[in-house]
């Protein structure tokens, strides 16, 4: 089965595609069939229909996300919550970033994802390496 999940903090808050309406969107293009939505905060670990989509998630399901920023809200956080479905035969889909699971190729070409989108950012600023203005 695949499951997805979105999250904002607030409703009032959602803005740049990160409403839970462009969320649900995405998942669904990424082929989830069943859909989570909390409007709760990132900061706490405990969200009303997370905790539920936890209960329904088991081997060789597929848990679909849009943005991995709107999942977690730190590192730790990330890696806490990717990481425990993974060991349990759960395959997530970062719709961002693309399908992670308990492979070192996957993760590399997640890494390589983020370097890119690092890399246009800081193109679209019109800045490299930190704060260098580029020189054309």
Known sequence: MIYGYGRVSTK??????????AQERLIKEHGAE????????????????FDKLLKELKAGDTLVVAKLDGFARSVSQASDLITKPIDEGIRVDVCNLGILDNCIDARVEVEKKQQKEIGKRREDRGTRHGNWKIIV
């Open 12 to 21: 009032g808050k959602a803005k740049d595609g990160n409403s839970l309406e």
């Open 34 to 49: 069943v859909i989570y939505m909390d409007s709760f905060t990132g900061t706490k670990m405990t969200r009303p229909e």
